[in-house]
Structure formats: C-alpha cells, structure tokens
C-alpha cells in the first residue's frame, strides 16, 4: 500500500517462501548521493558525497543527482544476475564504470526528459558479476515529480534474474488471490441493501468497506502486473489514501449503525474523524503517515464505538469489538509494518466476522420485520374494528331509524357523517403513520358522530406548532373516545384541547379533557389500561419501538394524557 510495500513484499516473499536463492539475493552495503550541481567538468568528484542508509529516503536537492551503489559479492551465481532498481526518476546505469543499462531518458527538464519506470530490472552477464566488491552508479533525474525535494526512496538489490523477473507477480498474488473473494462480498451486500424490503442501512456501509477494499487490492495489484512510469505513482499514492479514507469512514459508519448508537454520537464521532483526516492530510507530507493515521483513525474510533456499546449493552457489540481488536493487533509488530504486510489479510479476516455477524442479525431482523408486518396487519384490523362494533353499529342504526321519523335532515347528516368516518379510516388504516393534521380531521368528523349520539357537542381546541408532524394512525382518536367515554353527564358543550411542542427533534402532544366529578378515580384507571390505551401501545410499538413515553394523570377534574416520541415529518417536508 505504501511505496515500500511491494520490495518489503518481494523480501518476504524471498527469505520465507524461496529460502533456496535467500544467500543470493543482496542488498548494497553502502549509498552516496550526490547534487548533480558538485559535478566538475561532468565528473563526479572523490569527496562531497552524502552518505543515505538503506531504506531511507534520499534527501533530493535538485532534479538531477547521482547515486553510488557498492555491492560486495562473496559467492559466484550459479544461474544469470540480474540488478532490480526501484526509484522515482529516470536514470542511466554503470557498472564498475561501463554504461550497462538505461531506465528512461534523464534530462534537465520535463520535456526532454523520458520518465523511466517505477520498477527496472536488469540483465547482467557473468563476467560483470564476479565474486568481490563492485560500484554501481546511477545517473538520475526527476524533473516530472511535483515535489521533486521531498525526497524519494532507492530499493535495488541483485540477485538471480529469473527470480527477479517474478517480483511483480509474486507481489501481487496476495491482495489478487483476496480481491475476487472481496469483489464477491461487496456486490452480496450491494445485492441484500438494495433489493431487500427495509434493509437495515449497515448493509450499505459494509458493502462500501468491502468495495473500497477491493478497489484497494486493485491498485496495489496494478504495479506488480502492469508496472507504470516514475511520475505516476503519486496519482497512485494519492488513489490509495482517498481509498484509505473511504474504507476507515465505511467501517467507522458499519459500526455505529450496526450497533444502533444514537444520532448525536454518531455525528459527533464522524466529525472527530473528518477532523483528524484533515489534519493529517495538511500536516504530513509523507503518503505512508497519512494512509497510516487515516486507517488507524477510523479502525480506533470504530473500536470506541463498540465499547461504548458493550457497556449500554447492545446485542453483539461484545462479538463485534473482538473482530475490531483482532483486526488491530498486527499494529503491535510495527505501525508501517501494518499497511505494508497485514493490512489487507487483517482486513479480510474482519469482512469475514462482519459477515458472519451480519447473517445472525440479518435474520433476527427478518423475523422482527415479518413479525411487524402480522402486527401492522392486527392494527389495521383493530382500528376498522374499534369503528364497526356490533354494539355500536346497532345503536346507530337504532338512532338512525328514530330520526328518520322524527327529523330526516338530521338522519341524513348523521349517515353522512358516519360514512365519512369510515372512508376516512379505511384510507390511513394500513398507513404507518400519518399527518397530526389527518388525524384531527378524524377526530373532529368522530366528535360530531358522537354529539349526535350523546346530543352533546363535542370540540376539540388544537395548538399546533407544525401540522405536517407524523403520528401513527387512530392515536388521537382512541384518547379523543376515551374522553367522549368518560366525560361529565349532562354537559351539552364539551370541549377537549390538544396542545404540540417540538424541541430537541422530539414532539410532545398534551391532550386535556374533562373528567366525570363522581367517577374520575376509576375513569382515569380505565383511560391508562383500558383496551384503547392498549391500541395506542401497540401504534407506538410498531412505528417507533421503544423510543416514546405514554402518560395519563389528573389535575383539578381534568385527566392530562401526555405522549412524547421522535420527530418525523411528512415525506418530502
């Protein structure tokens, strides 16, 4: 992932995996560098050099420069040499003194210059590679890099040609091998967000994560396989830290919707990780660093997260923080060593939990999802119910007939009336929720039913910060009946009011009505745990789980019924 990865990669590869060739592979027992500004006469002087150790960046001064490279060779190779050069420019090579090899077309300036590519290997015949010290020489210029005095990292080794010439290939088999296995994972998750009813958002942002690690794969693939030219591989780098962010903020997300944590804290902690990605990213110029603390942010945050929820308790976060802690604990053996070896199987090792995970709570909430929808279906029934009762359809049509006798006009308004009501709720019955605004409309249509009934009139007084707010079907209505069920005889005018206040993305709806004198002690018990009441626990459930609060109390003849749940407004408002 890093500049240093694929050579670290090829070395580790060398001494585990082809421990036969491991006394003929070399690394140079010293560096010199030198400004191509020292040159006299277009020699380079005896003194003046810069001294670089192996696997530290080259303090580059200008565009052009040289390296001195000495390799001490103790034994002779029994199978063709070869010399492997990784570096940022294009150079000219010499051996002992004789031009053997040329990468590119160095120059003084990026139009004359002809970059050279990112990874050269070349031949060397036998007699060049006799047993004792050698110097090699590198002539180099990198005139087509954007921060040219930013420096730039030498790997150069020699070693047996036809292992050499397998470097790339060997590089790349492992984020390879791992990338269609990815691929697959991400394009299932994409599948079961997108083309499963109610989807739990999680599934997104894992399918990102697996995307983004897959696209991650790609790109460390693409240098092995394809290999490019020198000035390419900041676009490459800068891909890779882009890529970098987008799977740290995937998982980042994955964890906190996966463990249901609230809002406020999954904003809080999205923006300390955007905080600290910007920072790095204006503070650092090292691309190793920023993909480094950008991987590192999110993996900790996301650690963080799951054991907060491990101490609210919220199912699987315990499981969860494990794969968390397994996917960081490489990190113990070396901070670069972490991007450079383990990032990639550590990550699909944790794609690999999360999957497993998310099977046992993809069917938990199927089952959850089948079990709201027989409930959705029961509400429904209830509501048409609460309206059709065999007692209340017969007083009705008793009503009715007495009135048509004695004064058609107010028969016909009643049937109208009633007819009203139940085109009304057969229109919201299967809806989940509903406008405040809707649900008044219902109740004002049903006081009027019952005034005719109780040859009362009934009023209902709303305040309404916002008419737009969603409430769940037959909500008001059922505390509207309960009141009209339990309000003083003998009162011709009865008027309820229903106040709305908003604050903190929460609604709260105070309904006050008045309460029968004599009886009020056993009224008030029945409008907390009579069936209506149960109706409205129920609508409550099922819309917004266990996030509202129900309350029924008394003051001065008047029974207060105080609801509370979260802000939700009319799609599109």
């Given at each position: 992932m890093s500049r240093r990865a694929g050579i670290i990669g090829c070395l580790l590869w060398c001494f585990v995996s082809t421990m036969a060739f491991a006394e003929n592979i070399i690394a140079p027992s010293e560096i010199q560098y030198l400004p191509a500004s020292k040159l006299i006469d277009g020699q380079a002087p005896s003194t003046g050099w810069t001294t670089v150790e192996f696997g530290q960046r080259i303090p580059i001064s200008e565009p052009r420069y040289l390296l001195r490279l000495k390799y001490q060779i103790d034994m002779p190779f029994e199978q063709p040499a070869g010399l492997f050069v990784s570096l940022l420019g294009a150079y000219e090579v010499s051996w002992d003194g004789a031009i053997v090899g040329q990468n590119g077309q160095p120059a003084l300036d990026n139009r004359a210059e002809i970059p050279g590519h990112i990874d050269y290997l070349l031949f060397l015949p036998p007699e060049?590679?006799?047993?004792?010290?050698?110097?090699?020489?590198?002539?180099?210029?990198?005139?087509?890099?954007?921060?040219?005095?930013?420096?730039?990292?030498?790997?150069?080794?020699?070693?047996?040609?036809?292992?050499?010439?397998?470097?790339?290939?060997?590089?790349?088999?492992?984020?390879?091998?791992?990338?269609?296995?990815?691929?697959?994972?991400?394009?299932?998750?994409?599948?079961?967000?997108?083309?499963?009813?109610?989807?739990?958002?999680?599934?997104?942002?894992?399918?990102l994560f697996s995307?983004?690690?897959?696209?991650?794969?790609?790109?460390?693939?693409?240098?092995?396989l394809v290999g490019y030219l020198y000035h390419w591989h900041e676009y490459r780098l800068w891909l890779v830290n882009g890529l970098s962010f987008i799977a740290a903020l995937s998982l980042l997300l994955y964890t906190q919707h996966f463990l249901n944590l609230s809002a406020t804290y999954r904003h809080r902690i999205t923006a300390l990780f955007a905080v600290v990605s910007g920072l790095v990213l204006l503070l650092s110029n090292s691309f190793d660093v920023q993909s480094l603390v950008l991987i590192l942010t999110g993996s900790v945050l996301s650690v963080v997260t799951a054991a907060i929820a491990v101490y609210r308790r919220k199912p699987y976060a315990r499981l969860l923080l494990v794969c968390l802690g397994l996917f960081l604990l490489p990190v113990s053996l070396g901070l670069l060593d972490f991007t450079d070896r383990y990032f990639f199987v550590s990550s699909f090792v944790l794609l690999l939990f999360i999957l497993v995970i998310q099977a046992q709570q993809l069917k938990q909430h199927q089952h959850r999802l089948a079990e709201s929808q027989l409930s959705q279906a029961r509400l429904e029934l209830e509501l048409v119910k609460r309206n059709i009762q065999p007692h209340f359809i017969l007083n009705t049509l008793t009503a009715i007939e007495e009135w048509i006798e004695q004064s058609p006009k107010t028969a016909t308004e009643f049937i109208q009336a009633l007819a009203n009501e139940f085109r009304m709720i057969s229109k919201v019955s299967a809806q989940p929720l509903i406008t405040v605004h809707e649900e008044i409309s219902i109740c004002e249509n049903h006081m009027r039913i019952m005034g005719f009934r109780n040859d009362s009139r009934f009023s209902l007084d709303a305040e309404l910060v916002d008419g737009r707010v969603l409430i769940p079907p037959g909500v008001l209505l059922t505390m509207v009946e309960n009141a009209i069920s339990h309000n003083p005889s003998g009162r011709e005018e009865v008027m309820f009011s229903l106040r709305q206040s908003i604050q903190d993305n929460r609604v709260a709806l105070i309904f006050q009505s008045p309460l029968n004198r004599h009886c009020h002690e056993s009224a008030a018990t029945a409008m907390r745990t009579?069936?209506?009441?149960?109706?409205?626990?129920?609508?409550?459930?099922?819309?917004?789980?266990?996030?509202?609060h129900y309350a029924v109390s008394e003051s001065g003849g008047l029974c207060l019924t105080r609801l509370c749940y979260p802000l939700s407004c009319e799609k599109g408002e």
């Open positions: 060049y590679v006799s047993v004792g010290e050698h110097r090699i020489e590198l002539r180099v210029s990198s005139a087509r890099l954007s921060s040219p005095d930013e420096g730039s990292f030498l790997w150069s080794f020699l070693g047996d040609y036809d292992f050499l010439l397998t470097i790339g290939v060997k590089r790349a088999i492992t984020p390879l091998v791992m990338s269609g296995a990815t691929l697959l994972i991400a394009v299932y998750l994409f599948y079961s967000f997108f083309f499963n009813k109610a989807a739990p958002i999680y599934l997104l942002y894992s399918g995307l983004s690690l897959f696209a991650l794969m790609l790109v460390e693939s693409w240098r092995g009579g069936t209506g009441t149960k109706y409205i626990h129920a609508r409550m459930r099922e819309a917004f789980a266990d996030d509202w």
